[in-house]
């Protein structure tokens, strides 16, 4: 994240995708995800 200026690299290039999938370590390596998904789908 944030390696490109925004937080996604969608974002710089104006692409709208459909799904995004995030994940994070946090707590000792303990996996955080999501998935985000435009309401349309």
Do not use: H, Q
Request: net charge positive; glycine share 4%.
């Amino acid at each position: 994240m944030s390696r490109t200026v925004k937080m996604f690299v969608c974002e710089r290039f104006n692409i709208i995708p459909d799904i995004i999938a995030l994940a994070k370590g946090i707590a000792s390596g303990l996996p955080l995800s999501a998935t985000v998904a435009r309401e349309e789908l």
